[in-house]
């Protein structure tokens, strides 16, 4: 089977992020990109399905902190799990990059490959979660998309997909070729192998030119989120509950009827 | 960045007289992608495999299947990954990487002492002679079964009456009268692994020669001893080993007869320079740990964090943690750089070889690493006020384990006897040029002349502080010698204060020249050159203390003299440190972690 997966690179989930003196990227300093937990989960999936003539194709348009060298190296990371090889879209302006351009250009360097079984996206990128590329890029390559998968099998043409959905597990068939999104239970975590790290190298990281369209949005501004407001303490025991039902229902939302 | 490796440097105390390093020693940024990369990979399976299951393995929880135990599951994973068999040769399976990747490795492995030392009997100490020493047969026999930890090894070295005085042990083995097999009689203590080792590195005497075999601990006549209930890595298995006429096979001598202190030896180097590195990242761990807490406890309404106090022991964690940092980096980085003037198709025994000329340096390693630990956690307890007591804040772990650090791969104080007899004896066989340098300084003391200067514009200032602290301890290093003379292996008082006072001068030069080399265009060049002067204060104050009270011991006459001229020689020790380590605390809590 040949399977394609999609990678981002995104800040270090541990990094204490940082507006940077433009007011609308983030200070790269002291940011380490990772291959993003998602990412990483479909990367080991698609280790997993691809069989004994199989091949896992990584693809990363250069967005990110560092651009080119962000995601090339997020390349490299999926390589050193066990992917066979790479395949870089680099891009000059990454900053507003919306979306569907993103998938546009991966659709585009798919197409290139001539043929692909599955593919598959992290259901999100840690830092935008836009949660967009995934779905457009099905659209635009014009697979059935199954998203927030948690588990998935391949047989006979098919995939059996197992999704989170509110309140409910949806088991879902689905004909091949399809993209599909995955949650983080998709796969065990893989960690990679000292030998594969230094075989990584030596794996071909191919570059794909696409012409990518004049940014259709732009990030006008960026700010960390508001602090957390102050907890309340409503009363003790059993009195209290009423008020604590009456709050969260009307003044934090968080319980609907 | 490819490895940039520095010029020699004479090995077992050559730094003392050496004028002040401002290039050509390594520090951690001189690392390759490559190595750092296997170090994330190493970090990566700490922080998902074995820090979310420190209470399972101190418990010694099964594996989830139920079939082994989870310790050793952990083990054969991290083998698995390549973590047990970085400098094992690839013809056996390993990776035949550098030392200093495999210490990269130690060092992002931290923080679980009982993992790392579960890893380490088996990996380390419990391979590597083999891979040192054995020949063809016994490596191709053994080293792939150990790198992929389908068998576990241990080193069974230590005996009830033989701990530091490792090398008299009464185990013995006899050969048989047809030459097939030694019959091996004795006990060995605190070997870790022992509980589930399948095979050991038994020192034992044979035809009165003190050897090592190679025991597989599933023959009759083997016994393990009960698990000792341990202060710290209780993960761990430490337990006695009792041999009771034992055969094994006569092709499983490992070396040649009489090759004990050889084999012993050398791998205790390597031990040394791998626990110092752990510790070293255990310390910047506890840094992290501790910053998170005293960010959020708050008390008065402020965070802990914000009082000057904490701030002040936040700066002396950091400085001390940069230092021994740049220590460990400067010693592998010297190694190397002898290693690599070795002639072509060299052999591992020549490398180790290497590493033996550098005791004096491993043995700094060893003490600064787990001492700094000592010193952090000293601190990180403290700045946790009750919860740094509770084990659910992991410091009280980190304490419990730190211990031990200072115990095995020779006790601080058999490592502080090595340095300090290491330096003597380098300066007494000339291999340093002790002599030429003492010269220079006598003429200046007489002339009452101040020939000091910097070299360079960046941290100039330092750079003449570690100067005077590098001519006060050469002074002192004579007036030891030429005061004790000829009783230097009993004078061990003053023989560590010494080993102290070189040892902060080694670890303080290293911050400098770590510093300078990044330049003053560095991103962190600000807060970097505010550490260098708290690790230079911290030096000068250690190294002042031992020489008055070295000298007060060893001068007979005149000492009023040698107070004048060491006090002259240490130069004017004012330094603002309060200012100062409010800026590294400022830095560190904009960072949020131990980020250098
Ligand atoms: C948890 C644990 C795991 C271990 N694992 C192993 C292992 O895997 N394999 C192995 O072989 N050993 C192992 N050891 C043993 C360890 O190496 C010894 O404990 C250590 O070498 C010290 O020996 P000792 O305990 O007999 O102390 P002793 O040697 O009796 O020392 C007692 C005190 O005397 C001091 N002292 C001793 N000699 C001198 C001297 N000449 N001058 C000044 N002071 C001196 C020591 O510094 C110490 O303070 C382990 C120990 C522990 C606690």
């Known amino acids: 089977m ?21 007011g609308k990227t983030i200070d790269p300093s002291g940011v380490k990109f990772i291959l993003g937990p998602y990412d990483a989960r479909t990367v080991a999936k698609a280790l997993e399905l691809k069989g004994e003539d199989g091949e896992v194709v990584v693809v990363s348009a250069g967005m990110g902190g560092k651009g080119e060298s962000a995601a090339n190296k997020r390349i490299k990371d999926a390589l050193a799990l066990g992917a066979d090889r790479g395949i870089f879209i680099a891009d000059e302006a990454p900053e507003n990059r919306d979306p569907l351009a993103v998938a546009k250009a991966l659709a585009t360097a798919i197409q290139n490959e001539g043929g692909h079984d599955l593919v598959l996206c992290g259901r999100q990128a840690m830092d935008d979660q836009a949660l967009a590329v995934g779905p457009m890029l099905a659209t635009l390559l014009d697979l059935p998309c199954v998203t927030d998968a948690v588990s998935l099998e391949v047989s006979d043409g098919k995939a059996v997909v197992q ?23 998709l796969a065990d975590e893989r960690y990679p192998k000292l030998k594969d790290i230094l075989k990584a190298k030596k794996k071909s990281v191919a570059t794909f030119d696409f012409a990518w369209p004049a940014p259709a949005y732009e990030v006008v501004s960026l700010a960390p989120p508001p602090d957390p407001v102050a907890g309340k303490i409503v009363g003790e025991g059993p009195d209290a509950v009423p008020e604590l039902l009456k709050l969260l229902q009307d003044e934090a939302k968080a319980l609907t009827f | 960045m490819t490895a940039v490796l520095p010029p020699p440097v004479a090995p077992g105390g050559g730094f003392l007289l050496t004028p002040a390093a401002r290039s050509g020693v390594f520090s951690r940024e001189q690392t390759s992608e490559d190595q750092l990369e296997m170090a994330d990979a190493a970090r990566a399976f700490l922080e998902g495999e074995i820090l979310p299951h420190m209470e399972a393995l101190e418990a010694w929880a099964k594996n989830e299947a139920g079939d082994s ?66 020949n063809d047969e016994q490596k191709a026999r053994y080293l792939p079964k150990l790198a992929s930890a389908e068998i576990i090894s241990c080193y069974a070295l230590t005996e009830p009456g033989n701990g530091s005085d490792a090398l008299h042990g009464k185990t013995n083995a006899v050969l048989s009268d047809d030459g097939s097999h030694y019959v091996l009689n004795g006990q060995k203590q605190f070997i870790t692994n022992g509980s589930w080792a399948d095979i050991s590195v038994v020192f034992t005497n044979i035809e009165g020669k003190y050897s090592a075999l190679i025991v597989d601990l599933h023959t009759d006549g ?93 700066a002396e964690m950091a400085a001390w943690t940069y230092a021994c940092d740049s220590a460990c980096y400067r010693a592998i980085g010297d190694i190397d750089a002898q290693i690599a003037l070795l002639p072509e198709g060299h052999t591992t025994l020549d490398e180790i070889a290497i590493l033996r000329q550098f005791g004096l340096e491993c043995a700094i390693v060893k003490i600064c690493g787990s001492e700094t630990l000592s010193r952090v956690l000293y601190h990180a307890l403290r700045m946790h006020g009750g919860y740094g007591f509770c084990e659910e804040y992991q410091i009280e772990r980190l304490a419990r384990d730190n211990v031990v650090d200072t115990i095995y791969e020779g006790t601080n104080d058999i490592n502080r006897i090595v340095l300090s007899g290491a330096l003597v004896e380098s300066a007494y066989m000339g291999t340093i040029p002790f002599r030429e340098t003492l010269e220079s300084i006598h ?69 400098f020249a770590r510093t300078v080399q990044l330049g003053a265009d560095h991103d962190q060049a600000g807060v970097r050159a505010d550490l260098v002067r708290l690790a230079l204060h911290d030096a000068e104050a250690q190294a002042r ?50 980020d250098i």
């Open chain 1, 2 to 22: 040949r399977v394609f997966v999609c990678v981002k690179p995104v800040p270090d989930t541990a990094a204490r992020i940082k507006v940077g003196g433009d």
């Open chain 1, 163 to 185: 999704r989170a959905a509110e309140g409910r597990v949806e088991t879902i068939e689905v004909t091949l070729p399809a993209l599909i999104t995955g949650q983080r239970d």
């Open chain 2, 69 to 134: 135990l989870l310790m050793i599951e952990k083990l054969r994973e991290a083998c698995d990954l390549g973590l047990g068999s970085i400098e094992l040769p690839e013809e056996y399976d390993g990776l035949g990487l550098s030392l200093t990747t495999s210490l990269l490795c130690s060092e992002a492995l931290c923080a679980c002492a009982s993992f790392a030392a579960t890893l380490g009997a088996h990996a380390g100490i419990g391979t590597l002679p083999i891979a040192y020493f054995g």
């Open chain 2, 222 to 314: 083997v016994t393990r001893g009960a698990e000792e209930k341990k202060m710290g890595i209780r993960g761990s298995s430490t337990c006695g080993l009792i041999f009771q006429d034992v055969k094994v096979p006569a092709e499983d001598l490992l070396g040649q007869l009489g090759d004990a202190a050889k084999i012993a030896l050398n791998i205790l180097y390597v031990g040394r320079l791998k626990l110092g590195f752990a510790t070293m990242g255990t310390a910047k761990y506890a840094i992290t740990k501790t910053l998170d807490f005293c960010t959020s406890r708050k008390q008065f309404g402020r965070p802990v964090i914000e009082f000057d106090a904490q701030q002040g022991k936040l």
């Open chain 2, 443 to 511: 003429s200046d003391l007489r002339d009452g002349e101040d020939t000091l200067a910097a070299t360079g514009d960046y941290l100039a200032a330092e750079e003449i502080r570690v100067l005077h602290l590098k001519r006060a301890l050469t002074y002192l290093t004579e007036r030891i010698l030429i005061g004790i003379g000829k009783d230097v292996r009993t004078e061990q008082q003053v023989l560590f204060m010494l080993s102290d006072a070189i040892m902060a001068l080694y670890l303080a030069e290293a911050a």
């Open chain 2, 545 to 594: 203390s031992s020489s008055r009270d070295a000298l007060a011991h060893v001068e007979t006459s005149g000492l009023a003299e040698h107070l004048t001229n060491i006090d002259r020689l240490f130069g004017d020790p004012t330094m603002p440190v309060v200012a100062i380590k409010r800026r590294v605390a400022e830095h560190f809590i904009a960072a949020g972690r131990y």
